[in-house]
């Protein structure tokens, strides 16, 4: 059972497309990260959120952390090729312990 | 490259054995984890070790076991093996180990295939 859910689970898209993915708990965090892993490779952090409602850019991903601390969304413009990997999401518990989500699959076609 | 190594790279063994994962971790790191990723499951968290110490004990199996030495590397042991036990091994490496703030470096992983 995972404590995160992570929605979509694969998700294929054409380049140049927006799209978005999703991290939903019924628990609180008191942080939550986002990790890309690539084929053959370890996850890879992109960032950390920590407050209810933050936003954060990282060229054209856009990270949200939401209001109640519960959930979070990663939304990426004009997908390219190379953004194709696995998306993490993992949240620390009040003991700041971080747990991952089972993540979504991205594969951004040319 | 992380920083973090893990030996093998890939292991092919049988049922019923037994083997070892090695890692090392990144210098300064303290902390150390383990992680299985299989198709069907996720990055599912095993153990955490700090400074030569069990931090955190997630789902890990009562056949397997881990250490972390005093210079700070860790191995994963894995006995009676099961077909169902193959997976990516990842292991990752922390300064600390909590904290908001805490970013996890992982390694390339250790492929096991049980035949």
């Known amino acids: 059972t995972q404590l995160l859910e992570q929605s979509p689970q694969f998700l294929s898209i054409q380049e140049g497309e927006n799209l978005t993915v999703y991290c939903n708990s019924s628990s609180v965090f008191s942080s939550l990260q986002w990790y890309r892993q690539e084929p053959g490779e370890g996850p890879v952090l992109l960032v950390t959120?920590?407050?209810?409602?933050e936003v954060k850019k990282l060229k054209r991903l856009t990270f949200q952390f939401g209001d109640a601390r519960k959930d979070s969304s990663l939304h990426i413009t004009a997908a390219q090729p190379g953004d194709t990997g696995l998306y993490l999401c993992?949240?620390?518990?009040?003991?700041?312990?971080?747990?991952f989500g089972a993540g979504t699959r991205l594969t951004v076609k040319p | 490259d992380s920083g973090v190594t893990q030996t093998p790279k890939h292991l092919i063994t049988a049922t019923g054995q037994r083997v070892t994962l090695r890692c090392s971790p990144r210098s300064g790191d303290l902390s150390v984890y383990w992680y299985q990723q299989s198709l069907d499951q996720g990055l599912q968290f095993l153990i955490q070790?700090?400074?030569?110490?069990?931090?955190a004990k997630g789902n890990i199996l009562e056949r397997f076991s881990a250490q972390q030495f005093p210079d700070l590397h860790s191995e994963l042991n894995l006995s009676s093996l099961e077909l169902g036990d193959s997976a990516l091994y990842f292991c990752a490496s922390s300064v600390l180990g909590w904290g908001p703030y805490n970013e996890q470096f992982f390694g390339p992983g250790t492929r096991l295939t049980v035949l």
């Open positions: 959120v920590v407050t209810g409602g």
């Open positions: 993992a949240g620390a518990s009040n003991n700041n312990d971080m747990r």
């Open positions: 070790y700090y400074n030569g110490e069990e931090r």
